[in-house]
């Protein structure tokens, strides 16, 4: 794995940790929690594999 790649999956894990602590806080409904976690591991998953 290169720089990008690992600086990438910090990012990934830092987003989707953020968006735990807003469903936690309940300032995040379920729903968008779920969209917020489909659309990142997309996103992610393509830029991992073309970097």
Request: hydrophobic share 65%; charged share 10%; glycine share 4%.
């Amino acid at each position: 794995m290169n720089e990008a790649q690992i600086t990438l999956a910090f990012m990934t894990v830092a987003i989707l940790f953020t968006a735990g602590l807003l469903r936690r806080n309940k300032a995040l409904g379920t729903k968008a929690l779920l969209l917020v976690i489909v659309s990142t591991l997309i996103v992610a998953s393509f830029l991992f594999l073309t970097l």
